[in-house]
C-alpha cells in the first residue's frame, strides 16, 4: 500500500493506513482522560549513563524501562524515563469532515538513522566494523542476516548509522602516568589463579581483576560488578588503545560475558579459567569467535 521494499521506516515518515476516501461528519469528542509516560528525547552527545543520571535511574532500570537489548541509542529517540503514568486531559475537540486521501508524493524528512553499505576490506572482522559502526556484533550480524562470524573482502554489508554524524575515527591519546601504571599492575599480576569471584591478588575472576587493577591504578574509582555491568558502564570505541576494556559475548552464558584489559599488538591481559591471569592474542581461535568489541568507561 506503501510502496516500501523493506521493513526500514523513520519518525514522522507519512503511512497510508486504507486505500479507500473516507469521509467523516461533524463530531463533539468529549474530553477523555489518557495516559502516558514520562518521555525523553535523546540529544548529541548523550548516553544511557547520563540519562540514567539525570532522571535518578539505573542504566539497567533505563533499559528495561524501554525494552533496550544494547547501548545504542541516537538523537532524536523517544525514551521513557519513568514508569509512572501522568493523566492528561485532552479539550474538548469539535472535529469538521474530513477525506482521507494518499498523501501528495513529498521528499520525506531525513531519518535520524539510516541503513548504509560498507565493503569488507583485508583485515576486518565484525568485532572490528561493529565497533566502527557503534553497534553489536550481534546486532550486525542480525542486520546481514549472517548465521556465522564468517566475512570475506569485498563483501557488502549492511550498517546502521547516524545521519550527518558518520563514525568518527579516534586519535590515538597518548600514555598516561595512569595507563602505565594500569598495564604495570595488570602484567604484576601474570599467573595469580583463576577464583569464581574473586577480586582479591589470592585470585580473580574476569570482573575481579578489572576491579583490583582499574582500582589501584587509579584509572576509575568503579566498583565490583560482573562484566555485563562494566559493559554498561563503558562506551565503544573504534581503535583501541592501551587499557581500554575487551568484551567478549555467549562464552560460559548468553550475552556478554568475559571481559579483560587490551594491552596492544592485538593482544589482551585477562583472567582465564584455566591458565588464571594471562595475555591472550585476539586472534586465538576460541576468543576471536566471541569477541564483542573494544570500549571505555563513561
Known sequence: ?????????????????????????????????????????????????????????????????????????????????????????????????????????????????????????????????????????????????????????????????????????????????VITNLIKTAKGLMGIPYVWGGSTVNGFDCSGFIYYVANKSGLKDIGRTNAEGYYSRSYYVDKPQLGDLVFFENTYKKGISHVGFYVGDNQFIHADEKAGITITNLNNNYWSKHFDGFKKFY
Do not use: H
Not at 3 to 27: F, G, M, R
Not at 64 to 85: A, H
Not at 144 to 161: E, R, T, W, Y
Open 1 to 177: 500500500m506503501n510502496s516500501l521494499k523493506s521493513d526500514t521506516i523513520y519518525v514522522n515518515q507519512k503511512l497510508k493506513l486504507s486505500e479507500e476516501a473516507v469521509s467523516t461528519q461533524p463530531a463533539v469528542t468529549a474530553p477523555v482522560p489518557t495516559v502516558t509516560a514520562s518521555v525523553y528525547t535523546v540529544k548529541s552527545g548523550d548516553y544511557l549513563g547520563k540519562i540514567a543520571m539525570e532522571f535518578d535511574l539505573t542504566v539497567k532500570e533505563l533499559k528495561k524501562l524501554n525494552n533496550l537489548t544494547s547501548d545504542l541509542i541516537y538523537p532524536g529517540q523517544k525514551m521513557k524515563v519513568s514508569s509512572n503514568p501522568v493523566v492528561v486531559t485532552p479539550p474538548t475537540v469539535v472535529t469538521p469532515p474530513t477525506v482521507v486521501t494518499p498523501p501528495p508524493t513529498t521528499t520525506p524528512s531525513v531519518p535520524t538513522t539510516a541503513v548504509t553499505t560498507y565493503t569488507v576490506k583485508s583485515g576486518d572482522y565484525l568485532g572490528k566494523i561493529a565497533s566502527q559502526f557503534k553497534v553489536t556484533v550481534q546486532e550486525l550480524k542480525t542486520l546481514n542476516g549472517l548465521k556465522s562470524d564468517m566475512i570475506f573482502i569485498g563483501q557488502k554489508l549492511s550498517v546502521v548509522a547516524a545521519a550527518g554524524n558518520p563514525p568518527t575515527q579516534e586519535v590515538t591519546a597518548p600514555v598516561t602516568d
